[in-house]
């Protein structure tokens, strides 16, 4: 968005620190305020006060529960367009959100209807939604969304960053992403402890970090695969690490089109995941690579096994992928759709002077 002529000045509200960017204006809670009520209501807090000082254009939410929720009203409050960033695909609504990190909404326990209801009904107030894919725009829409209000935004990624090089691989396999429930490493410790009887120098990198970080070096170790596994934590160049592996893998239980799987692709590498939201538009099995169904863990090691036992292959998936991921860069697709939408959204010939992105950060 950053990059749109449209775009006069975007101010961002997170509670951890963020790259320099173009026109971009970070702001962040106070820390004081952070250490009495925490980051996530530190964020919600400052961002009410930013949006009462700067009168935004445009009031973006990244994600639902709950930074969607106080966008929107916002949105009303202060007379500008409000949009839901839906990153998280279905899964941040599907039975009132109780399988999301959230951990309001996991109190609930099992799936509630009349909770799925009222968000629902909350995203229906939004003046614009933005989906990875087309599985999450017809789950709103068959859900009363109005279709004309909901529009797919896969996700560019800079192709300066991500491409194919010719790096040393010091690992079979890669992940890339939050150590979090919905994300399912534990699957993925599970394969790579089915995997090692044949395969007993695999390595795996874990490239993230998460409330679920230490319990899953805890796993590794009780399942004895701890020498395998490196997590690596957080980390700012992911590009150099994706050049490090073979084979890219996602085991989650739900995700739109995910970001880092399409970064693992520019790079060259095949990816094998499990068969949720909308990854299904960019992998198409035995010929980029592998859509595992019920995340089938045998299923999954047999994918695996057969691309890296097979070199000719491994290459020929790769080239695939690069052939798959043509224009998907941030300066062929995206920069021209987020002029059109942001066009569409306010009407005025001039420059959008403040944009306010709330990140769950």
């Given at each position: 968005?950053?990059?749109?002529?449209?775009?006069?000045?975007?101010?961002?509200?997170?509670?951890?620190?963020?790259?320099?960017?173009?026109?971009?204006?970070?702001?962040?809670?106070n820390a004081r305020l952070q250490k009495i009520v925490g980051g996530t209501i530190a964020r919600?807090?400052?961002?009410?006060?930013?949006?009462?000082?700067?009168?935004?254009?445009?009031?973006?939410?990244?994600?639902?529960?709950?930074?969607?929720?106080?966008?929107?009203?916002?949105?009303?409050?202060?007379?500008?367009?409000?949009?839901?960033?839906?990153?998280?695909?279905?899964?941040?609504?599907?039975?009132?959100?109780?399988?999301?990190?959230?951990?309001?909404?996991?109190?609930?326990?099992?799936?509630?209807?009349?909770?799925?209801?009222?968000?629902?009904?909350?995203?229906?107030?939004?003046?614009?939604?933005?989906?990875?894919?087309?599985?999450?725009?017809?789950?709103?829409?068959?859900?009363?969304?109005?279709?004309?209000?909901?529009?797919?935004?896969?996700?560019?990624?800079?192709?300066?960053?991500?491409?194919?090089?010719?790096?040393?691989?010091?690992?079979?396999?890669?992940?890339?992403?939050?150590?979090?429930?919905?994300?399912?490493?534990?699957?993925?410790?599970?394969?790579?402890?089915?995997?090692?009887?044949?395969?007993?120098?695999?390595?795996?990198?874990?490239?993230?970090?998460?409330?679920?970080?230490?319990e899953m070096e805890q796993m590794a170790a009780s399942l004895g695969i701890s020498e395998n596994?490196?997590?690596?934590?957080?980390?700012?160049?992911?590009?150099?690490?994706?050049?490090?592996?073979?084979?890219?893998?996602?085991?989650?239980?739900?995700?739109?089109?995910?970001?880092?799987?399409?970064?693992?692709?520019?790079?060259?590498?095949?990816?094998?995941?499990?068969?949720?939201?909308?990854?299904?538009?960019?992998?198409?099995?035995?010929?980029?690579?592998?859509?595992?169904?019920?995340?089938?863990?045998?299923?999954?090691?047999?994918?695996?096994?057969?691309?890296?036992?097979?070199?000719?292959?491994?290459?020929?998936?790769?080239?695939?992928?690069?052939?798959?991921?043509?224009?998907?860069?941030?300066?062929?697709?995206?920069?021209?759709?987020?002029?059109?939408?942001?066009?569409?959204?306010?009407?005025?010939?001039?420059?959008?002077?403040?944009?306010?992105?709330?990140?769950?950060?």
């Amino acid at each position: 968005m950053s990059e749109s002529n449209r775009v006069g000045r975007i101010y961002m509200v997170a509670a951890t620190k963020l790259p320099e960017i173009d026109k971009v204006s970070p702001i962040y809670p106070n820390a004081r305020l952070q250490k009495i009520v925490g980051g996530t209501i530190a964020r919600l807090i400052t961002l009410s006060k930013v949006a009462k000082e700067k009168r935004p254009d445009v009031i973006v939410g990244f994600h639902l529960l709950l930074n969607g929720l106080l966008v929107v009203m916002l949105g009303k409050k202060y007379d500008c367009h409000s949009v839901y960033l839906c990153g998280g695909g279905p899964l941040e609504v599907l039975g009132g959100g109780y399988l999301t990190e959230n951990k309001l909404f996991k109190q609930l326990g099992r799936h509630d209807a009349v909770v799925e209801k009222a968000l629902i009904n909350a995203v229906s107030h939004f003046g614009s939604v933005v989906v990875r894919g087309t599985d999450a725009k017809h789950f709103f829409e068959e859900r009363g969304v109005k279709g004309d209000d909901i529009y797919i935004m896969s996700g560019g990624i800079d192709g300066a960053s991500y491409y194919p090089g010719d790096e040393e691989k010091r690992a079979d396999l890669i992940f890339v992403g939050r150590i979090s429930n919905i994300k399912r490493v534990d699957i993925l410790l599970q394969i790579v402890a089915k995997l090692k009887p044949e395969h007993l120098a695999i390595k795996v990198l874990i490239v993230g970090d998460g409330p679920d970080g230490e319990e899953m070096e805890q796993m590794a170790a009780s399942l004895g695969i701890s020498e395998n596994i490196d997590f690596v934590g957080w980390q700012t160049e992911v590009g150099d690490w994706y050049r490090q592996a073979r084979v890219f893998i996602l085991t989650s239980d739900s995700e739109g089109l995910s970001q880092s799987m399409i970064q693992a692709m520019m790079t060259g590498l095949p990816a094998v995941v499990s068969d949720v939201g909308d990854l299904s538009e960019l992998v198409e099995n035995d010929r980029n690579g592998f859509l595992i169904q019920n995340q089938d863990i045998e299923a999954y090691a047999a994918a695996i096994s057969g691309l890296l036992d097979d070199p000719d292959k491994l290459a020929t998936f790769g080239t695939a992928q690069r052939s798959y991921c043509q224009g998907r860069s941030v300066k062929l697709e995206r920069l021209p759709k987020w002029n059109w939408l942001l066009l569409i959204w306010i009407k005025t010939s001039g420059l959008i002077q403040a944009v306010i992105l709330n990140v769950l950060c």
